[in-house]
């Protein structure tokens, strides 16, 4: 997969690879030292996900990036739409590998060591039987870790596959000596030694037994580590194949991939909706769960926006494309989780170039572990036991999954709930966040305005008011019209004509209505207001809301109170917010009035309001210069300077494209709650990639040694190196139970 960007000078494409034969985090650092030592070209590459992000000059061909891999040793590919079934086949090469393994290991274990324990069960040629099951363990089931060996040994370098290679095959042959060749002293012939003693010296079982554990910790963690990637991959199964196109008032049903902008196309009851639009026609609720997270289906109608992949629940909906094929929402969020799989966290980055130092460093504590038990007078199966046992388990598999691993769980986990993570570094930033700045207008409100209260004067209905009001105000395209509109038709279905209409910018609007002449918009079009409107008036401007005053015939019939309502999620957010020891700040550029209002609804106390569009990052800023670590929540295209200049910054998905391309996470749900969540989990994350490296790291320097002085037997060993890589894996597998407030609710 291929895309282009355009530089002053050069342009730049990103490429996207798959990389196969990788084996640990050493096979990916070293992938990625080759790649980079191209002119211009800057990679980096998941051993995780087994996927290269390649940003090359223009004049740097596909074929050159993937021969350089394949010169190094590793199978390479344009990333494409079959790596799912390559994922699947190379799980099932390990699964039928590891069944072989696993059929002669067992007997050849029991048969091995009975045999040298109990000489009278002993009979002609046991020991060659012994060699002939240990055969194809060795050579065919462990055959990817000499692979790996050999393409190492080609490179001048080394891997964990290096470790483990050496280890199985230094057991078998070990082990062939001493049945062809030994002598028939006590404790160290396979033959027919008279002693039960030289169970100890013979390694066919080791052999046999460190290939299966191996093959076993390798076959689980790789399924685990698709089931980890299949989060992100069951997003983009949610998009739709086919589409009926709506064309002459004929339904075609035609590939997703030739739907275009304003194509009007129709969604059936139980169908998924092909793309972002527009209902053009048609009444239903559509369940868009498995896209925002949101538990409750969404009423619907002509002028509703509706988004790729939500499921029609109950009626015909014909609806205008707005966004297609990589535009939607539904591939931006694909887009946006897998950008975040492939950057990388700082530190993993450190990881990395441990890794990539770690098995040369092995590799001589095992030739210095033999060397000193040689040196120092102790048998020779002895020191080759302990040197095997640390070749064995030195093994850096742990270390080089800890992080991503726990990165693909947890932002798989995320895009289920809602809340796009665009990479490692949002959730380090994460971590350390003590402030949430919350954006008033469109964040913590709906951004509409909404008719909250309707008050009549003496000789008139709430029913004349709203039906006077909405016949005048649909002439007009005002917010507050659509509002006052909305508020009449929800209660008077029919409204009546309107002539004469006139638009008094600022001011409001008139009109004639029934033959009566309805004037409606702010108090400075009423010179004179009766005592008891006046009242309501004063009061609605005491609370931040705008006064609506509607006269007929030139005498006020009443007082409409409008506001941008407060979202039913936004206090419950602030308290959650609370409870994780944060501080929250109300940020706006609405008068200080309106904006305590809001803030004495949802439970916050710190407000800053005033605050023009172009000072936001600078109150950001100033937070910040305080020892502030600043999370900023907004949507709106004036908060793209203060989401880029704050620690964290998070976008609501319905808001402006500037906010979403400057912020680290996007909140697809339009509910307030998920702000606590994607905290929560960023911090649950770190936590399980912090316990992963301690124990990862816990294990390597605990257990070298022991293993060099003889406390590890090699069989013990190599299942010792196989758990602890499948403990990491599955460790990081629980964040796919991460519940979000709402579940959590039961709402």
């Not at 001048?156 to 002293?185: K, N, P, Q, Y």
């Not at 640390?390 to 991503?404: E, K, S």
């Not at 490296?693 to 010792?720: D, E, T």
Request: with cysteine; glycine share 10%; charged share 20%.
């Amino acid at each position: 997969m291929t895309t282009t960007t355009t530089t002053a000078t050069t342009p730049v494409r990103t490429v996207e690879l798959t990389v196969s034969g990788m084996t640990c985090a050493a096979c990916s650092a070293r992938v990625e030292r080759t790649l980079n030592k191209l002119d211009g070209v800057r990679a980096s590459v998941n051993y995780a996900t087994e996927r290269a992000t390649v940003q090359a000059p223009g004049d740097v061909a596909d074929d050159v990036l993937l021969g350089r891999i394949r010169k190094a040793g590793y199978e390479a590919r344009l990333r494409g739409e079959d790596d799912a079934d390559l994922g699947t086949a190379r799980v099932a090469d390990l699964r039928r590998r590891l069944v072989v393994a696993a059929v002669l290991a067992i007997p050849l274990g029991n048969l091995s060591i009975t045999l040298a324990l109990v000489p009278s069960l002993r009979f002609p040629g046991w020991q060659l039987l012994c060699l002939a099951l240990a055969f194809p363990v060795v050579f065919w089931s462990a055959l990817p870790f000499h692979r790996a060996a050999l393409r190492n040994l080609r490179h001048r370098s080394s891997s964990m596959d290096t470790l483990v290679s050496l280890g199985v095959l230094a057991s078998f042959a070990w082990s062939a000596w001493a049945t062809v060749f030994g002598g028939h002293e006590a404790g160290y012939w396979i033959g027919f030694g008279p002693t039960a003693a030289g169970a100890d010296a013979i390694y066919l079982d080791v052999a046999a037994g460190v290939t299966t554990f191996l093959l076993a910790g390798r076959y689980f963690e790789s399924r685990s580590r698709r089931s980890a990637a299949g989060l992100l991959a069951a997003l983009d199964a949610l998009a739709a194949k086919d589409v009926r196109v709506l064309r002459d008032g004929v339904e075609h049903l035609v590939p997703i991939g030739e739907l275009a902008v304003e194509d009007l196309f129709v969604v059936k009851p139980g169908e998924s909706v092909a793309a972002d639009g527009v209902v053009d026609s048609g009444l239903s609720t559509v369940d868009v769960s498995a896209v925002t997270g949101e538990p409750v289906p969404a009423e619907v109608g002509p002028g509703d926006r509706v988004i790729g992949a939500g499921i029609n629940r109950d009626g015909r909906l014909v609806v205008r494309a707005t966004a297609v094929g990589a535009h939607t929402q539904l591939a931006q969020m694909t887009a946006l989780a897998e950008r975040a799989q492939a950057r990388k966290a700082n530190v993993q980055r450190l990881v990395d170039r441990i890794c990539a130092v770690f098995v040369p460093v092995v590799l001589g504590l095992a030739a210095l572990t033999l060397a000193g038990w040689l040196l120092t007078g102790q048998p020779v199966r002895d020191a080759f036991t302990a040197a095997v046992s640390v070749l064995i388990i030195a093994c850096p598999c742990a270390l080089g999954l800890a992080t991503p691993t726990a990165l693909m769980a947890g932002v798989g986990r995320g895009a289920q709930l809602g809340i796009l993570i665009k990479g490692p570094d949002a959730l380090e930033a994460s971590r350390s966040v003590d402030t949430v700045v919350l954006d008033k207008t469109g964040t913590v409100t709906t951004g509409r305005m909404t008719v909250t209260g309707h008050y009549p004067a003496d000789g008139f209905t709430s029913g004349e008011l709203l039906r006077w009001a909405g016949a005048v105000e649909a002439g007009s395209e005002h917010a507050i019209a659509t509002a006052v509109v909305t508020a009449a038709k929800a209660e008077l279905p029919d409204l009546p004509e309107v002539t004469d209409f006139t638009a008094l910018p600022g001011l409001g609007a008139q009109g004639i209505v029934e033959g009566r002449e309805i004037r409606i918009g702010s108090p400075r079009l009423f010179p004179d207001v009766p005592e008891d409107v006046g009242e309501q008036l004063a009061a609605a401007e005491g609370e931040g809301a705008t006064a609506v005053l509607v006269a007929v015939g030139g005498r006020i019939a009443g007082l409409l109170i409008v506001r941008d309502v407060v979202k039913p999620s936004a206090k419950a957010a602030v308290a959650a917010l609370h409870e994780l020891g944060l501080r929250t700040v109300l940020l706006t550029g609405d008068n200080e009035t309106a904006a305590r209002v809001v803030a004495a609804e949802i439970g916050v106390t710190d407000v800053r309001a005033g605050v023009l569009p172009a000072e936001k990052a600078e109150a950001v800023e100033a937070l910040r210069a305080q020892g502030a670590r600043v999370a900023m929540v907004g949507d709106g295209i004036n908060d793209g300077p203060a989401l880029a200049t704050a620690d964290l910054g998070m976008a609501m998905a319905r808001g402006s494209d500037i906010a979403l391309r400057s912020a680290d996470v996007v909140l697809v749900r339009d509910d307030l709650r998920v702000v606590p969540d994607a905290i929560r989990l960023a911090n649950r994350t770190l936590r399980v990639i912090r316990g992963n490296l301690v124990w990862a790291f816990g294990y390597n320097v605990a257990a070298i040694p022991l293993a060099a002085l003889g406390l590890l037997n090699p069989l013990i060993a190599g299942a010792a190196m196989s758990l602890s890589s499948v403990l990491v894996v599955s460790n990081s597998l629980r964040l796919r139970s991460f519940e979000g407030s709402q579940v959590s609710a039961g709402l």
